[in-house]
Every structure is written in structure tokens, then in C-alpha cells.
């Protein structure tokens, strides 16, 4: 009889989103065929999980439920309860849950403290200066010219970030953190840096502590609207592979980035479990870590795990016992691609509470993952959040993937609806 790590019969996945949603398929459909329990999940992930009514900011009700579930794997989706010990708590309960301890987590709860682990570690960053008086922000800016980024240091729900183009801008930006408080404590350290420019790329990796498996190169599409423009959103599109950042170079990122970063994690007695997902920028003078995030990212991850051929939760749980295979993950060929479905209003006001249509036609042809979604009154479905969908399929080539998405897209309909039609656009030959 051959050894192998143990195999959980049940995992619970913590969340309740689109990113939540594909990592439940793709759990799901592990050889071992798991049950997936989620909380607190939404109306997709019921259709292939219990669902459980815990929030995700309950950690002792979590534990409860990981215990009276006797689960196998906690699999964490959010930042927050990461950031917040979740993990740690899991595992002061005998539990192992896939994330890192708050400790490693602060590698995104603190953009600062990610900048002294990246200069400790050799990484290429962005630079930047950490300011926490506006007299102090407004020298750096004087001192760094446009364009700019300012930064709130702590989680902001993505909304902590200005590329500011002029001076006025740059200084509202500080204000909004240092005087207003908008972020409250998470801004009251903020990082200016240095704008850079170049296509930004998200390579995601599964680490266990001091080993790292990644995954390919993805990238998402921020602005609202087509040819990036308007404001910023939680993301409208994702796609994998994407050619500019090739097999070859991505292993070389991870040597120049994750392995660095693990390595010094592990150096200070916090080594790092989980997903370490750099966010990177491919200037003219090499690549630039923009941030880190310790999870998967919402919508890279509805297309990275369409393409898993591999025994995902096999993965997340040998990770968990710091037990990772040297050997790669199986990885499709094929290209996935994911457009999002989002809420008249967003991303500054969102309405909510419309019926959507077309949810069995679209799940026909791609896979349609939940992200801000509600059982209506008729046994239907209505929106409940900024982005309410994201549907993702998986082509022989990124325009098969992406003419299959947008097919299922076209079978969805509420009022309101906002999609960019140019998700993966160009790439691959795909029609723009
Ligand atoms: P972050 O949350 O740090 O990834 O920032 C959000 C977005 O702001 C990034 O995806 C970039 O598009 C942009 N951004 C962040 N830092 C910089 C920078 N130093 N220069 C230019 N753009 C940036
Ligand atoms: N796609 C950006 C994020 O997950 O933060």
C-alpha cells in the first residue's frame, strides 16, 4: 500500500463569493469527491455544498462548525478572517485549515510590512515611502513626481489605492486617509510610491511554509469599463494563460518573488501557508511587485480553476500539513475565461434585488459561478451585491473560451446588468 497524506472526506470552504464558488467546484470534483460544506455560501454554491449561516468574521462559529462537521480541510477564502487569525484559531483547535496565520497574512493586511519583507528578501518592488502625518505625504509627493500611487496601508476592500496624475489629486488622496480616516486605522499608514507603468500580471502560488507550486499566469481586468476606463472594481474579468507572461517566465517570477518571500517568511518564524499571490507590473526595467495578496483572487481564480486537471484538494490539504509535492500541478492546456456580471450602480452604488434570468441556459454553456446573489421570493434568484456573477468557460484557445463565455453571458439577464464586452480581448487572436 502506497503512503499518502491524509484525505478529507469533508472540507468546509469560508466565504461567500464568486472566487468561494469556483474553489467549491473544483474541491468538489477532487478525485477523492469530497463534500463541501461552505459558509456562509449563497445560492450557487447550495446547488453542489451544504451552506451553513456562519459569517465569515465568526471564528469561534466557525471552528463550531468545522468541529460538528468534523471536517477534514478549512479552505479560507476572504482576506479578512485571515488577517483576523481565523487559521490560527482552526488550528488551536486541531483543525487543519488551508491560509496562513495572521502573522504570515499580514503580507497583504500591511503593504508597509510586505515592503521590509520584500527588501529583506531581495524582491523587486515598487519604490515607496510609509507616511503617517499629511505634511510628511505631501513631501514625498513633491519629492517623487507623477505619476503616483498612494496607498492605505491595511485592507480597504480594494478601494485603498490612488494613481493619482496631478499634485491636488495625490494630496486628497493622503487627506482622505490621514485627516478624513476613511479606511479608519487601515489608513493610518500610507505607503506613496512610485507610479510605474507595463501590463500587470497575477501569478498565484500554493505554498506550504517552504515549498511553492504555482499556478499559470492570469490576469484581471480592474476599470468598469471597456479599454480600462472608468473607476476601479473588484475585478470585471479574468483570464489564464495570457501570453506575455509565458510558462518559462512565470517560473522565473517565482524564483525572483514567491521562493524569496517564502524563504524569509519561514527566516522570521512565521512561515508562510496558503496562497501567495503577487500582483505584479512588467515594466520596461524588469518586473515590480505592486502588492501581495495570501488568497485566492476574486476573479483570477474562476479562471485559473477551470483549467485544474489536478487533484486540487489534494493540494490545498497537503499545503495545510506543509507536505507540498515538489513535483507540478496538472494544469490544462486549455484557456479559461471569465466575465463578470455586475449590478446596475457599481462600483459606487450597487442596486440590488433584481431577478436574473437565464441562469440554467448560461450553466449549459459555461460554468456560472455566484458572487453577489439572493434566493428571490418565487424560488428564483435576484442580485445582492456589486458583482453578481461570473461566468467562465474553458476553450481550446482563449477566443474559444472566450466566445463560450460570452455566449453564456448573452443568456443572462437582469435590469441593470453592466459587463465589459472586451475581457481577454486580442489575446491569442481572439476578436476584440
Ligand atoms: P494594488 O491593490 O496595490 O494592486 O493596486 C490596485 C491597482 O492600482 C493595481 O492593480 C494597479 O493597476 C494600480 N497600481 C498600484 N500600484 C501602482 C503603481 N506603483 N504604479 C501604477 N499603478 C499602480
Ligand atoms: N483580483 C484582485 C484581487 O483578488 O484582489
Do not use: W
Not at 487601515?186 to 507610479?195: M, Q, S
Amino acid at each position: 500500500m502506497c503512503e499518502s497524506a491524509a484525505v478529507a472526506e469533508r472540507i468546509l470552504v469560508v466565504g461567500s463569493g464568486g472566487r468561494e464558488h469556483a474553489l467549491a467546484v473544483a474541491l468538489a470534483r477532487s478525485p477523492g469527491s469530497p463534500a463541501i460544506h461552505c459558509a456562509p455560501g449563497n445560492p450557487g454554491i447550495a446547488e453542489i455544498a451544504t451552506t451553513h449561516a456562519v459569517a465569515v468574521d465568526d471564528h469561534a462559529g466557525l471552528v463550531r462548525l468545522a468541529t460538528e462537521q468534523r471536517v477534514g480541510l478549512v479552505v479560507v477564502g476572504p482576506e479578512a478572517p485571515l488577517v483576523a487569525g481565523l487559521v490560527d484559531e482552526m488550528a488551536a483547535a486541531g483543525i487543519a485549515a488551508f491560509g496562513p496565520t495572521a502573522a504570515a497574512a499580514r503580507l497583504e493586511g500591511s503593504k508597509a510590512f510586505a515592503k521590509e519583507v520584500m527588501a529583506s528578501a531581495g524582491v523587486p518592488a515598487a519604490a515607496s515611502v510609509a507616511v503617517t502625518t499629511v505634511q510628511e505625504g505631501v513631501a514625498a509627493v513633491d519629492q517623487m513626481g507623477f505619476p503616483i500611487a498612494i496607498k492605505a496601508d491595511g485592507l480597504a476592500s480594494g478601494k485603498g489605492v490612488v494613481v493619482a496624475m496631478r499634485r491636488a489629486e495625490a494630496i486628497e488622496a493622503i487627506e482622505a486617509c490621514l485627516a478624513d480616516r476613511r479606511f479608519g486605522a487601515a489608513g493610518d499608514t500610507v505607503l506613496i510610491e512610485e507610479g510605474l507603468v507595463g501590463p500587470e500580471v497575477s501569478l498565484l502560488a500554493v505554498c506550504d511554509g517552504t515549498r511553492v507550486v504555482r499556478f499559470p499566469a492570469a490576469r484581471d481586468y480592474k476599470p468598469i469599463g471597456d479599454g480600462n476606463t472608468g473607476p476601479n472594481t473588484g475585478g470585471m474579468g479574468s483570464v489564464s494563460p495570457i501570453p506575455d507572461v509565458p510558462d518559462a517566465l512565470a517560473d522565473e517570477l517565482v524564483e525572483q518573488v514567491h521562493r524569496p518571500v517564502v524563504a524569509e517568511m519561514a527566516r522570521r518564524g512565521t512561515p508562510f501557508t496558503g496562497v501567495l499571490y503577487a500582483g505584479l507590473m512588467m515594466t520596461v526595467d524588469g518586473p515590480r511587485v505592486l502588492e501581495f495578496n495570501t488568497r485566492f483572487g476574486d476573479p483570477e481564480t474562476q479562471a485559473l480553476l477551470p483549467r485544474v486537471d489536478g487533484d486540487l484538494a489534494g493540494l490545498l490539504e497537503a499545503a495545510a500539513h506543509g507536505e507540498l509535492p515538489d513535483a507540478p500541478f496538472a494544469i490544462s492546456d486549455d484557456p479559461a475565461v471569465a466575465v463578470v456580471l455586475a449590478s446596475e450602480g457599481y462600483p459606487a452604488a450597487p442596486v440590488t434585488g433584481d431577478p436574473i434570468e437565464g441562469l440554467a441556459e448560461a450553466g449549459r454553456i459555461a460554468d456560472v459561478y455566484h458572487a453577489g446573489t439572493a434566493p428571490g421570493e418565487d424560488g428564483g434568484v435576484v442580485t445582492a451585491g456589486g458583482r453578481v456573477l461570473a461566468v467562465s468557460a474553458r476553450g481550446a484557445s482563449v477566443a474559444d473560451a472566450r466566445a463560450a463565455a460570452y455566449r453564456a453571458a448573452d443568456a443572462i439577464r437582469f435590469r441593470g446588468m453592466q459587463r465589459r464586452s472586451d475581457i481577454a480581448a486580442g489575446i491569442d487572436g481572439a476578436a476584440s
